[in-house]
């Protein structure tokens, strides 16, 4: 009798439990795992909802969330608090998705325990690391670290051998958060009131084209929200936009925010949307502006163009592709872009139409395949 492979799941997040249910739900249903889940609470409330929604019933949950509390004090509490987890456990396989705290943390204490390590959305990289900070530096830490490198694209792959990852330990699988996309997609189509609040955004837009609006990175938050702001106020001078802008809930974010666009015409502020409501958005938004990572893979999967409020991105491969295009956040390039986008059909039929590099939907299949063939227990751990 083949041995099943006990796998422990690590997040904290909201985006890393949307990028991991897929493959969640396939190592629960699979008889070959043994499938343990543990969150941090890096980002409680947002991250309960989406438990809920996915129904993934966290076997361990840390509670660590502390407001407002700095990145140093999180991850030494983080560290404390995995490590009788990983001695109860005692898996074969702790298994981390993408660049947050929680991610180099729990790869980093399973380090330490000698427990081998699968990072999902392996090999992102920007080259620089004040850009995405401090993600930048938690995935090639984690990569060091790493047994299994689940790369999303071809690009990923190379520079992950560009660091010496040995490229037997590398897999080219597309992202999961498509599976999830495609996912949520279908279920809309079938209960499309789950989306409740993107509805009443398209009554309240009249006719008007939607521009969809996120906005939380840390490198935006001296000067930056500003800057975004500014360009805001300017695109929603038009007549023929609704700016539809769902506040992230850092009150660094959300304060300058509303203080700089709560009475303007035709910008819609939100509080943080589901995910129904939150792919329903970026389903009908004539384009995005943001500057996260996770809108630059997903907006496309639906035809919709992203311009990215950042200097550098860790996802070149959908501004290869024209799914995406940086611009910074000078209010006269963002004006300038987005202008092109709501009067240049053309230009916007171009974006809309390039091909997404992010992947089919089949990327939890993929990875459930590769740990499959490692799924007696010693083996992994004699090769690591």
Not at 291 to 315: F, I, N, Y
Request: net charge positive.
């Amino acid at each position: 009798m083949r041995a099943r492979l006990k796998v422990l799941t690590v997040f904290g997040t909201r985006p890393e439990a949307i990028k991991l249910f897929p493959l969640l739900h396939r190592l629960e249903r699979d008889p070959r795992f043994v499938s343990r889940v543990c969150v941090s609470g890096q980002h409680r409330g947002m991250l309960k909802q989406v438990l809920e929604l996915m129904d993934i019933a966290p076997d361990h949950d840390l509670r660590l969330m502390r407001e407002g509390e700095y990145l140093n004090i999180f991850t030494s509490r983080f560290l404390a608090a995995i490590d009788p987890i990983l001695q109860a456990e005692s898996p074969d396989l702790v298994l981390v998705q993408g660049d947050t705290g929680t991610a180099f943390g729990a790869a980093m204490a399973a380090h330490y325990r000698r427990i081998p390590v699968a990072h999902v959305e392996a090999g992102l990289r920007s080259g620089n690391l004040d850009q995405p900070w401090p993600e930048e530096f938690n995935r090639k830490a984690i990569a060091a670290l790493a047994h299994y490198h689940f790369a999303p694209t071809a690009r990923a792959r190379e520079d992950l051998l560009a660091e010496n990852v040995p490229a037997e330990r590398i897999r080219v699988t597309g992202n999961t958060v498509i599976d999830a996309l495609y996912w949520m997609r279908d279920r809309l189509r079938c209960e499309p009131q789950l989306a409740g609040t993107a509805g009443e955004l398209e009554k309240l837009a009249a006719g008007r084209r939607i521009i969809g609006v996120t906005c939380h990175r840390r490198e935006n938050l001296e000067g930056g929200i500003a800057r975004i702001a500014a360009a805001l106020q300017a695109i929603a001078a038009r007549k023929d936009v609704l700016i539809a802008f769902p506040l992230h809930p850092n009150p660094q974010v959300s304060g300058p925010m509303r203080a700089a666009l709560e009475e303007r015409a035709r910008i819609h502020l939100m509080e943080p949307l589901g995910y129904p409501d939150f792919i329903r958005l970026m389903d009908v938004s004539h384009f995005m502006l943001s500057d996260s990572g996770g809108v630059q893979e997903e907006a496309p999967a639906l035809g919709t163009p992203v311009l990215v409020m950042r200097k550098a991105t860790e996802r070149p491969e959908g501004i290869a592709a024209g799914t995406a295009r940086l611009v910074g956040t000078d209010p006269a390039r963002i004006v300038t872009e987005a202008s092109r986008l709501l009067d240049d059909t053309g230009a916007h039929r171009s974006m809309a139409n390039a091909h997404n590099p992010y992947g089919d939907g089949r990327a939890a299949e993929r990875i459930v395949q590769v740990l499959a063939r490692d799924r007696i227990s010693h083996s992994i751990r004699q090769i690591s």
